[in-house]
């Protein structure tokens, strides 16, 4: 069963051979950071966890570059605005972002390097461009010319005859052709600049990726990944750069996640319809995110509504009520555990199941739906309201936990303690139903206390009550309640 992935350059689904066999190099777009991040700009991180750890799962050494841009117009005039060094705001926003990374349980980039420590390697990488004929430069910026790069287009199919049949009007007069961008341009007042041979300048946005990859994995690379609205004009420039430079194929596979949506939009800072990670982990809880985001495969679009929201926590609630049980039944039963074959032998099979999902280009959202399989057939062993709980139970639970911490590592999910994960869900759909925790504290304890008397009719007149709001009891031991979600 060999791993394939779905890739932009040919546009179809492909074998996934390394350039060197058990290494992968890895490089993913990463953000211009200037302010907090959205989740949308989270789908990439979060995918590409998934994939990096699926990959070194399956035996391969995986280099993962991911880049901060710290050089760029945005960057400068919002330091502008606030009187501080694009250094301090960059900065800033790196450790803002790393703290989210790091909520999220993320693991971390070999490399997260920042293209104001790569000047010198640009720099070297323009001369060198120029060089093999493939640059002009014009009153101090330097140009790449993609009529110079036979293979321009073949990532986003686009042709040079339609590029330039679609232009509009207000071409750069200075430029050979409307598509040819800008390698190296010439420092304004007011923005970071460095010597180079073409005078005091910064560099254009797309060198900056191909001078990265190039130090850090070196000519070519296995993978290279990005959001879809970077695949033209960003990972065609970059292309048409690496490889007129160092007349190497550059990326074997180009991988691109689809877009968050908020309602039919696309969440953008510049549509104003963006929430931060910050805001949501704040508001729901990172672990909702996670299993959102993975529910879906990764090049599908997807749209954040209330009704996904509470699909999820629902789901969530289900898989962390299921590992609740696990450890209370391990806890209780002091025993040796006893193997149930049958139950093992049905986690193995999805455990098949999983394998082929995710090696038919990473598909998550089957993965997911095994992984409920296994949530399902745990709780169908049906112990859960046996009072004394035996040694084939605690067998069970055990390699149900294990199963289940296999795939929570993989996708940083299912690792966080179960009652605690438990009570924060509650918490959120209280907050989202807009029910009075006061109100049905008042109700449940009035309610025990008719139970205590026997009043019976009483007691159920206040449990239909609370049904109405939502709320649903459990006369265990512990006489709790909890919102109702509906699966
Ligand atoms: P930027 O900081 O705008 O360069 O974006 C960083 C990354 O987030 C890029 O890979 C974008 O493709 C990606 N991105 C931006 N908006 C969204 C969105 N709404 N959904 C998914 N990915 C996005
Ligand atoms: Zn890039």
């Known amino acids: 069963m060999a791993q394939v992935i779905y890739n932009s350059l040919t546009a179809k689904k492909e074998k996934f051979v390394p350039l060197k066999e058990g290494e992968v190099k890895l490089y993913l777009c990463g953000p211009t950071v200037y302010d907090f991040l959205h989740i949308g700009n989270f789908r990439g991180a979060i995918t590409f966890n998934l994939i990096r750890n699926w990959l070194e799962f399956n035996n391969n050494k995986v280099t993962f570059v991911y880049n901060y841009t710290d050089v760029d117009d945005k960057i400068i005039n919002r330091a502008n605005e606030q009187g501080v060094s694009t250094k301090e705001l960059s900065e800033k926003y790196i450790k803002e972002f790393e703290k989210d990374?790091?909520?999220?349980?993320?693991?971390?980039?070999?490399?997260?390097?920042?293209?104001?420590?790569?000047?010198?390697?640009?720099?070297?990488?323009?001369?060198?461009?120029?060089?093999?004929?493939?640059?002009?430069?014009?009153?101090?910026?330097v140009y790449f010319s993609i009529e110079s790069f036979e293979n321009y287009g073949a990532l986003s199919k686009k042709k040079l005859d339609e590029l330039e049949a679609g232009q509009r009007a207000e071409v750069d007069v200075k430029k050979k052709n409307p598509f040819d961008f800008v390698l190296w341009k010439p420092a304004k007042p007011n923005e970071p600049s460095w010597d180079s041979p073409w005078g005091k300048g910064r560099p254009g946005w797309h060198i900056e990726c191909s001078a990265m990859v190039k130090s850090i994995l070196g000519e070519s690379i296995d993978i290279h990944g990005g959001g879809v609205d970077l695949l033209f004009p960003h990972h065609e420039n970059e292309i048409a750069q690496s490889e007129s430079c160092n007349c190497k194929k550059y990326a074997n596979f180009w991988v691109h996640n689809e877009f968050i949506n908020f309602g039919a939009e696309k969440m953008s800072k510049s549509l104003g319809n963006v929430i931060t990670c910050r805001n949501f982990m704040e508001k729901y809880n990172g672990e909702i995110l996670k299993y959102l985001f993975l529910s879906a495969h990764y090049r599908t679009q997807m749209s954040i509504t209330d009704d996904k929201l509470l699909q999820t926590i629902s789901a969530l609630s289900r898989i962390y009520s299921a590992l609740a049980l696990a450890d209370?039944?391990?806890?209780?039963?002091?025993?040796?555990?006893?193997?149930?074959?049958?139950?093992?032998?049905?986690?193995?099979?999805?455990?098949?199941?999983?394998?082929?999902?995710?090696?038919?280009?990473?598909?998550?959202?089957?993965?997911?739906?095994?992984?409920?399989?296994?949530?399902?057939?745990?709780?169908?062993?049906?112990?859960?309201?046996?009072?004394?709980?035996?040694?084939?139970?605690?067998?069970?639970?055990?390699?149900?936990?294990?199963?289940?911490?296999?795939?929570?590592?993989?996708?940083?999910l299912f690792v966080d303690d179960p009652n605690t994960m438990l009570s924060e869900l509650d918490q959120i759909l209280i907050q989202m139903r807009d029910i009075d925790k006061n109100k049905v504290e008042e109700l449940v304890k009035k309610r025990n206390e008719h139970r205590e008397n026997k009043a019976w009719e009483q007691a159920d007149i206040i449990r239909a009550e609370l049904e109405d709001m939502g709320i649903e009891l459990f006369d265990g031991n512990d006489k709790g309640w909890r919102v109702k979600v509906n699966e």
């Open 328 to 412: 209370q039944t391990i806890n209780e039963v002091n025993e040796e555990a006893v193997l149930d074959n049958g139950f093992i032998k049905k986690l193995e099979s999805f455990d098949n199941k999983i394998k082929k999902a995710l090696n038919d280009d990473f598909n998550s959202a089957e993965m997911i739906s095994f992984i409920f399989e296994g949530v399902r057939t745990f709780n169908a062993l049906g112990f859960k309201n046996k009072k004394k709980k035996n040694a084939v139970h605690k067998g069970c639970s055990e390699a149900f936990k294990t199963w289940m911490n296999k795939y929570g590592k993989m996708c940083a």
């Open 101 to 141: 990374f790091n909520t999220l349980g993320l693991k971390k980039h070999e490399h997260n390097p920042r293209v104001s420590d790569y000047i010198p390697q640009i720099i070297e990488m323009i001369k060198d461009i120029l060089k093999n004929g493939h640059g002009y430069i014009i009153g101090g910026e």
